[in-house]
């Protein structure tokens, strides 16, 4: 018995060993199904991979979008917040520049002149900047002429009847001008104003 077992085992092993040598060539149709397969494969990883890479790319953009989109929101609810105190600042200006000279130095004129103060300040560190400059060469995207000296060119602001204001690039409110031609020296003598 223990001789079948033997040449059984050997002939195992001989199989095995064909095998693993490659003594029994497998047929061409099955090496061309492999090929075949094996390319089917990569065709279709190629694909996850591209779909991956364009659903990535296009994650990041709408993350881009989203951000901007935030921010431009934020800087459109800012700018309509702050455009709505331009009004009280207006009449807390008029009511400063109506007091009689022999009530200016009352307590009630100091804590008028101090809450306009105040208001100007808090838009100031908001970023709120006045659009007031005489002499100023007219221009339509900060100014709105409403008068025009007759016979004038009208490229400067000669004077202003509403200050306007812009909160960085944004316009809040436009300065109501009227426009004449400019005054020759004008810009001197502000800037001797300022060196005194």
């Known amino acids: 018995m223990k001789k079948t077992d033997k040449s059984r085992d050997e002939t195992v092993v001989d199989q095995m060993d064909e095998n693993e040598n490659g003594s029994e060539a497998p047929d061409e149709g099955e090496v061309g199904n492999d090929i075949s ?6 065709a279709e990883r190629d694909s996850y991979l591209d779909q991956l890479q364009r659903s990535r790319a296009e994650f990041i953009n709408f993350r881009k ?14 700018s309509n917040t702050l455009a709505q105190f331009l009004p009280v600042l207006d009449d ?6 109506a007091v009689p000279e022999q009530d200016k130095d009352s307590g009630w004129v100091a804590g008028i002149t101090m809450i306009q103060k105040k208001l100007q300040g808090i838009l100031e560190r908001a970023g709120v900047e006045a659009i007031d400059e005489i002499n100023a060469a ?10 025009t000296d007759p016979g004038s060119s ?3 602001v000669v004077e202003v009847y ?9 316009l809040l409110r436009a300065a109501m001008v009227r426009t004449g031609n400019a005054v020759a020296g004008a810009d001197e003598k502000a800037s001797d104003a300022f060196d005194a």
């Open 92 to 97: 807390f200006d008029r009511a400063v520049g």
């Open 65 to 78: 979008r989203s951000e901007q989109e935030r921010l431009k929101l934020g800087e459109l609810f800012t």
């Open 154 to 156: 009208g490229d400067a």
């Open 37 to 42: 397969e094996l390319e089917k494969i990569i």
């Open 138 to 147: 007219f221009d339509p995207a900060v100014h709105e002429a409403v008068a």
């Open 162 to 170: 509403q200050k306007g204001y812009k909160l960085g690039d944004t």
